[in-house]
């Protein structure tokens, strides 16, 4: 079990300045494990103008509070291309978060080679403490790792700005 939103929310709402997100995976879910993606894969689609049909008071309330009160959301998504059907849903998917106020990028695999980028995905809150989200190979979540190394949270935050840099602003990334 992955860890809580409770959990979560509790370390976004701390935040006083920024929260960053870097994902690397082209999947992380067995399409049979997440019905959303399930559902989406059989042709069903958010009308995104019903706002009580897709606005989650846990998800979406919470980024739209936290930056609300002054913190940049910003999400980072190194994929492959051409993208997985996954990358697709979540491509979709991500106008709800852009909706509530969190920045997206997107970043083609390709263009990062030379950027070093961490074995596991990360949140980075205010630029110090890193929740490193730790995957197994079929892209189900195994566990969470913290830390406040000063050194490593400053190469973290370092190479989330080189791929935000690079990387394309999600009304202009297409799949």
Known sequence: MS????????????????AVHLETRDAYAVPGEHPAFDAWLAGERTDWNDLSSWWRDDWHGLIKDVTAQGVVVRRARVVGEPVSD??????????????????????????????????NDFWLFDGNLLQFNVFDGYGRWVHTDYTEQADVAARCADMFEAVWERAVPHDKYTV
Do not use: M
């Open 86 to 119: 996954y990358i697709k849903w979540e491509h979709d998917v991500t106008f709800g978060n852009v909706a509530c106020g969190e920045h997206v990028r997107w970043l083609p695999r390709r263009q990062a080679s030379d950027l070093l980028l961490p074995g």
């Open 3 to 18: 860890q809580s939103l409770a959990e979560f929310a509790h370390l976004l709402r701390q935040c006083k300045r920024s």
